[in-house]
């Protein structure tokens, strides 16, 4: 079945395709046979695949022989034969006029041939030899579609030639579809006699895996799927390549629906099917996959030999799939275009026989599919019941995103029209408020921000509606988790000073204004509502989450303020307290307030990475994966790219983003994979984060909104553009409230080095008003720090040694002994990234004074050795500008890029030792051919972070081209 979307590339038969080559023409010796059988569903791709491999053994050689049958029966005898032979006749030119001469001589003894007793035999004899001829020698290879209507004659000359009677170098590629290969089809007898030799392989072709899927149908849409888009063709094409093609197609075409092309081949293929099959085959597509058989016998009312028999040809016609949990459609699709075959009431009786079965057999697990059969059954009040319970159901098992959609679907139902022989009075005994309350939490839970905050204003308005002050902590937590900081601290006053607050509401607004105020870095004021907290928790009985909340908060202040051993006990206390508790969202906040502790103002980098991916791997059990396993993994990434391991956080990053996260959750995700595209140089990307990151925030408080700045500021340098970078930094200094001294630091470091930047290209005038005020904030920014513990003062002492380095360039005269300190004070905290700079710009100062040029040499080649490790595109090609300028080598004598010398270094794949992980990974796909799209597809990166990645490959490989490196790859990889 060949779809017209002529330039959809052949994806994900690349094995196929060597195997084929392999079987057909490398292993098949002089005067020997191979042949193998492609079987496969109709639009699997077995024609593409014998049209590509044809062609491939045409190239390198072989002469092929290409033919299909016809559905015609035995009215045509070796007629793929003859349609081989006029097709290589005709494009056969002068400068082959002995093969044309013994092809016409072979068609000739077709046209003249006459019966007679032993005409078969003889025919047999005299096509082989007519082969013979048209070979010449060379490897004759025949390729032959639509196999299960070949003709007698075929099949027996296909006998012949294999079993070798023809002293004839020859391989045959036949394609079958493989549902037309049903009872006593006379090609099943032929293909069982040939599995006899060793030289015949039947090879069943799959479809497509999911993510050659979404790469065929990206190739036809002209860009990237959107995830739902993909997920969507995946389910509908069952991996199926015509259909997707088709599917694809109608995406760049913006239509709509299902094609007429599509629907006629599923329901031709399903009206060929026997009665019962096509009963059987209805009943699935109505159900609720996977189907059992019990569930299916008893919708059908078939008896047990007929519903087998029936399962069986659906079975073959590739219709249905089986396992142990019960049958599937092969293809959604099929669902899709029967759902308009079956009649309004067919449709509804074949939902009633499913509700009436499964509530024969009551079961929890049953829940979900009992609402939905008995909700399209028309039967909404039998449905409401049932919903609940499933909802009931996903909740106890930590199964948010479930648990909101059949609290949806419960909403739905209580507004439908109360009709079915359940209702006697015409209406259903529902509790709205109820429903909707329920309906808010899950969607809170499960990170549908935007929704969880409309279904609480119609809770707000509905009959039985909670009081003033849970609707405020609700809308106020609701609101903190959409990013929006600022009203959500509103909110929770208001809960505070509202009326009807009660001893236990008062300590949980308490409690999560503590935690807010934390998010924001006021953590002086976090700490006195966190103790407020505990008071109120005090008074109330099983307050366990309250007191969670509120001793991780003041954990976090005392820790960042006063005594960090103190703190973190309080906070390892609190996580050991919400363990035993088992609450869900208290655990995962435990988890998070611990890891952004110590991988931000404590910077004990190495365990908060492990606390978050802990943390990550504990919350995703719990069903929290959307929301705190997205934060969590963001925290990690950002400890991991502190230490160097950027390869590694772009790994962690990409499976976060799988979750598809919104508001809050999205902005920490967001802003940790902005670090590493600035730090890569990818500016696209980078910018493309940020305003995503400035949409979501919406005047969110500093917690986010200082980052933000930090990181535009640092892209900016790299555009060079330091007046939108001076832009960012004096906005930052504007909107601070924050006590976090540390992220305070960074961004009066980025404004310094904007206006040194610019004093050193000369494109910007230096901002004198600027300069003065950094340096006033710089000030503060150390006085506070005297005061603050050890651990936050070793990480503010590092940034104001650059903050003191940036001004000595600012003055004219670059201080070597303050960039030198600055090394020593980085290298001290493990962050090899500001050292590279610092490192940078010693050498800088050295050169421009002309003295200690050995030593310049020396730290730009150590600077050198770290950026092209971290992957610091634009940090390396800066090093390189100024050793190119300076003459300095970046390769020492005797010692690799690396700094290691050759005794040190690996004994296998030395060529490569230089690359990251993630750069061996890119250059593992370049060297299998595929495009950076193809590249950034498998391993969830941008095409354009592909082509930075690239670019640094060909520069620590000194190659120009793809090739010459793939060459490298190939040399060096492991055996």
Same mark, same amino acid.
């Given at each position: ?430 509790? #709205? /408020?109820?429903? *909707?309350?329920? +309906?808010?939490?899950? =969607?809170?839970?499960?990170? %549908?921000?935007? @929704? $969880? &905050? !409309? ?19 609700? #809308? /106020?937590?609701? *609101?903190?988790? +959409?990013?929006?900081? =600022?009203?959500?601290?509103? %909110?929770?006053? @208001? $809960? &505070? !000073? ?39 928790? $005090? ?437």
């Amino acid at each position: 079945m060949a779809s017209d979307v002529d330039t959809a590339p052949l994806v994900g038969r690349a094995g196929q395709v060597a195997t084929l080559r392999s079987a057909l023409l490398d292993d098949v010796g002089p005067g020997q046979t191979a042949a193998v059988f492609l079987t496969g569903e109709s639009g699997v791709g077995k024609t593409r695949l014998l049209r590509e491999v044809g062609d491939g053994l045409r190239a390198a050689g072989a002469l092929v022989l290409t033919g299909a049958c016809l559905d015609i029966g035995d009215a045509s005898p070796l007629h793929p034969l003859l349609q081989a032979l006029r097709r290589f006749d005709a494009d056969l030119t002068a400068s082959h006029a002995r093969t044309a001469s013994a092809v016409r001589g072979l068609l000739q003894m077709f046209a003249e041939e006459t019966g007679g007793p032993d005409g078969a035999g003889a025919l047999l004899e005299r096509v082989s030899r007519g082969l013979h001829l048209v070979a010449q020698g060379r490897p004759l290879v025949l390729v032959l579609d639509d196999l299960q209507w070949v003709d007698r004659s075929t099949r027996q000359l296909l006998l012949y030639l294999l079993a070798g009677l023809g002293d004839l170098q020859l391989s045959v590629l036949a394609a079958v579809r493989a549902e037309s290969l049903q009872g006593a089809h006379p090609l099943r007898r032929v293909l069982t006699e040939l599995r006899r030799l060793r030289s015949v392989r039947v090879l069943d072709l799959a479809p497509l895996g999911r993510a050659d899927t979404e790469r065929l149908a990206a190739e036809i849409v002209g860009g990237p799927l959107g995830a739902e888009t993909a997920e969507s063709v995946w389910q509908r094409s069952g991996g199926n390549p015509f259909v997707v093609e088709e599917l694809a197609r109608d995406l760049r075409e913006g239509r709509d629906g299902l094609s007429d092309t599509l629907r006629e081949v599923f329901l031709a293929r399903v009206d060929a099917l026997p009665e019962p099959a096509h009963a059987v085959v209805h009943a699935v597509a109505v159900g609720v996959e996977p189907v059992a058989h019990w569930l299916l016998a008893e919708v059908t009312r078939l008896p047990e030999e007929e519903l087998i028999d029936a399962v069986r040809a659906a079975v073959a016609h590739r219709l249905l799939v089986g396992d142990d949990d019960g049958y599937r459609l092969r293809h959604r699709l099929v669902a899709e275009v029967l759902a308009h075959e079956l009649l309004p009431a067919e449709r509804s009786a074949l939902h009633r026989r499913y509700a009436e079965a499964l509530t024969s057999v009551p079961a929890e697990l049953h829940q979900a599919r009992l609402a939905h059969h008995w909700r399209l059954a028309g039967e909404p009040a039998r449905a409401l019941p049932a919903a609940v319970a499933a909802a009931g159901e996903a909740e106890r098992l930590h199964g948010y995103a479930e648990a909101h959609r059949h609290w949806s679907v419960a909403l739905q139902l209580a507004d439908a029209p109360a009709t079915g022989t359940s209702v006697v009075d015409g209406s259903l005994d529902v509790d #709205r /408020a109820d429903l *909707l309350r329920h +309906a808010a939490e899950a =969607a809170h839970h499960c990170g %549908e921000h935007a @929704r $969880a &905050l !409309a279904l609480l204003e119609e809770l707000a308005t509905a009959d039985g509606a909670p009081p003033v002050c849970a609707l405020h902590i609700r #809308r /106020a937590r609701y *609101l903190a988790a +959409a990013g929006r900081s =600022a009203p959500a601290e509103a %909110e929770y006053r @208001r $809960a &505070l !000073a509202a009326a009807d607050c009660t001893s236990r509401e008062r300590a949980a607004a308490a409690a999560h204004l503590a935690e807010l105020l934390l998010h924001l870095g006021r953590y002086a004021d976090a700490g006195d509502r966190a103790r407020e907290a505990l008071e109120l928790a $005090a008074e109330v009985d099983g307050s366990v989450s309250e007191v969670v909340l509120a001793s991780m908060a003041l954990g976090f202040s005392e820790a960042y303020l006063e005594d960090p051993d103190a703190g973190l006990a309080v906070m390892r206390e609190a996580l050991a307290t919400a363990e035993r508790s088992g609450r869900p969202e208290d655990v995962a906040c435990a988890y998070l307030h611990l890891a952004e502790l110590l991988t931000g103002p404590l910077n004990i980098l190495e365990e908060g990475v492990v606390v978050a991916r802990r943390g990550a791997e504990r919350v995703a059990e719990l069903g929290l994966g959307r929301t705190y396993e997205t934060r969590l993994l963001a925290i990690a990434t950002n400890g991991l790219f502190r230490v160097g391991q950027w390869a590694e956080a772009e790994k962690v990053v990409a499976a976060a983003l799988r979750h598809r996260p919104s508001g809050a959750d999205a902005v920490e995700l967001l802003l940790a994979r902005c670090r590493l595209w600035v730090g890569y140089g990818d500016i696209e990307a980078a910018d493309r984060d940020l305003e995503a990151v400035a949409t979501v925030l919406a005047g969110g408080g500093a917690r986010h909104v200082i980052p933000l700045l930090t990181l535009r500021a640092g892209l900016a340098m790299w555009q060079g553009r330091h007046d939108l970078a001076r832009q960012a930094v004096q906005r930052g200094l504007t909107e601070s409230r924050s006590d976090d001294v540390g992220i305070l630091a960074a961004l009066v470091w980025h404004g310094l080095r904007a206006e040194a930047e610019a004093y050193a290209s000369r494109t910007v005038p230096v901002d004198r008003t600027a300069v003065r005020r950094l340096r006033e904030v710089a000030e503060r920014v150390a006085r506070k720090s005297e005061h603050a513990v050890r651990s936050v003062r070793d990480v503010v002492d590092g940034f104001l040694a650059l903050c003191d380095a940036e001004l000595s360039r600012l003055d004219g005269n670059s201080d070597p002994a303050l960039w030198a300190r600055s090394v020593t004070e980085w290298e001290r905290r493990h962050h090899p990234y500001p050292a590279a700079y610092s490192r940078l710009r010693q050498a800088e100062a050295l050169l421009a004074r002309r003295s200690r040029t050995a030593t310049a040499g020396k730290l730009l080649r150590q600077a050198y050795q770290v950026a092209q490790g971290l992957g610091a595109v634009p940090l390396s090609t800066e090093i390189r500008t100024l050793a190119s300028r300076a003459r300095v080598p970046l390769e020492a004598h005797g010692t690799s890029v690396e700094g290691r010398s050759p005794a040190d270094a690996e004994p296998a794949g030395t060529e490569l030792a230089a690359l990251t992980a993630r750069e061996r990974e890119v250059l593992a796909a370049v060297a299998e051919g595929l495009t950076n799209k193809e590249i950034g597809q498998r391993l969830f990166i941008s095409e354009r972070t592909i082509g930075v990645h690239v670019s640094h490959i060909f520069d620590k490989l000194q190659v120009r081209t793809r090739v010459q490196a793939s060459a490298i790859f190939l040399r060096n990889r492991p055996e």
